[in-house]
């Protein structure tokens, strides 16, 4: 009985040890992801493709306002001298061209909608796969992102990695937005 008792005291003795090893270290690190983009030089590039993009549709739908205007105008200083097919005929166009406008503008809200996501997506694309390299180069088992909000608290032993991740993205400005 007592051999029994002394080899389970060894076994347990032996699975601590080797369950103490074998515990991995956990690293943890953080980034501020909307810093970091805020950062890259193609932010730059495609915020200016943004307005160039959004002034255009702008400028057709002033257009399209301008003619409306223009039409409505000519109608109300003559409408006196119109027939009745002639005046319903205007009155449905400008009914149309309104409608029109209209549909223009909600189709061009969608329109600059996609075209920010198209052009952010690669640049978002980027940052992540700058911190997942970083994360697997120098170990970490996780990166928290605390632009999310989602962090509640990280102890100061948590790594920021945004140094690391400027680095890989050749970012050398050491200027932080507020």
Do not use: C
């Amino acid at each position: 009985m007592k051999k029994l008792i002394k080899f389970i005291f060894v076994i347990a003795f032996i699975f601590s040890i080797t369950n103490g090893f074998s515990q991995k270290n956990y690293k943890f690190g953080h980034i501020n992801s909307q810093e970091l983009i805020q950062l890259m030089p193609e932010r730059d590039i495609a915020s200016a493709a943004l307005q160039e993009h959004t002034a255009q549709l702008e400028n057709q739908l002033k257009e399209m306002n301008s003619e409306i205007e223009s039409k409505y105008t000519v109608y109300m200083q003559q409408k006196d001298t119109y027939t009745d097919l002639i005046r319903q005929t205007k009155e449905k166009e400008l009914g149309d061209l309104q409608e029109r406008m209209q549909n223009f503008q909600m189709t061009a809200q969608q329109d600059i909608q996609n075209k920010e996501a198209e052009l952010w997506q690669p640049i978002v694309d980027k940052a992540n796969k700058a911190i997942d390299e970083v994360g697997k180069e120098n170990g970490f088992t996780y990166i928290f992102d605390v632009s999310t909000g989602s962090v509640v608290y990280f102890s100061p032993e948590s790594i920021d990695v945004m140094p690391l991740v400027k680095a890989k993205l050749g970012i050398t400005t050491t200027t932080t937005t507020e």
